[in-house]
């Protein structure tokens, strides 16, 4: 019997502040009709945004929502206890920066920031056949801080769980883009900004197209 040909498998955990940037683009409260609406708007603009890369965090989660990376492998949204109660908990903080860090939040209504966990996160994690990893150790800490250390450990159970698959954490982070540039992060993920997430799938996805095309006529 014939060897049934091995489908590459493609994971994706987003940092939360790729949520957060979907969030303060569409205002509160989250709707699929708006995130739909603002998606049909950038068909045809340039990867990345020339202007605000909100519009690629936007394009980035969007492009998961076939559950395929490009031909039929499969491309999950996986998430994590953390990263839910981040995107929670930013929703809600005071508009205003911290003195010391300099973060700051959407001043969202408790219900807001609950239904854009549920709709936003959970909506992409379950159209794209993914799931939660839960609770789970930091990894890459340092010299990646606490939080984004516990994201990374969420890719890093990935990873463990599937050494086939390939995993990306899509992240703005400039800190942690840059550790994982510079080859201070382990390699079991692959850390990208969403606008590079998104030309990695839709170059992928156009040499699929390739592919899939009839030869040419012969003369």
């Given amino acids: 019997m014939a060897e ?3 489908v590459q498998r493609h994971v994706v955990i987003f940092d939360c502040n790729v ?14 009709a708006n995130f739909d609406g603002a998606v049909a708007r950038l068909a045809r603009v340039p990867v990345p945004h ?4 909100r519009m690629d965090s936007l394009r980035a989660i969007a492009a998961c929502t076939s559950g395929r990376f490009a031909g039929s492998e499969p491309l999950e949204v996986w998430t994590s206890d953390h990263i839910d109660r981040m995107v929670r908990s930013q929703a809600m903080r005071a508009v ?23 709709q ?19 990894d890459g ?7 984004d250390g516990l994201v990374f450990g969420a890719c890093r159970s990935l990873a463990g769980e599937d050494p086939l698959c390939k995993v990306y954490c899509v992240t703005n982070d400039v800190g ?3 550790d994982y540039r510079a080859g201070r992060l382990s390699t079991h993920t692959y850390v990208l900004a969403p606008g590079e997430f998104l030309s990695l799938v ?4 156009a040499g699929a197209s390739m592919r899939r095309m009839p030869p040419p006529p012969p003369r």
Wanted: net charge negative; no cysteine.
């Fill in 176 to 178: 942690f883009l840059t």
């Fill in 96 to 118: 205003e920066p911290e003195p010391e860090t300099g973060f700051h939040g959407l001043a969202w209504s408790e219900e807001d920031a609950g239904d854009l966990v549920e």
């Fill in 19 to 32: 949520y957060l940037d979907v969030a303060r683009l569409l205002g509160s409260p989250y709707t699929q």
């Fill in 141 to 147: 800490e340092p010299p990646l801080d606490h939080e």
């Fill in 4 to 6: 049934r040909a091995y």
């Fill in 50 to 53: 020339p202007t605000d890369s």
């Fill in 120 to 138: 936003l996160v959970y909506g992409i994690v379950d159209a794209s056949g993914g799931d939660t990893v839960g609770a789970t150790l930091p």
């Fill in 202 to 205: 839709r170059l992928a996805r």
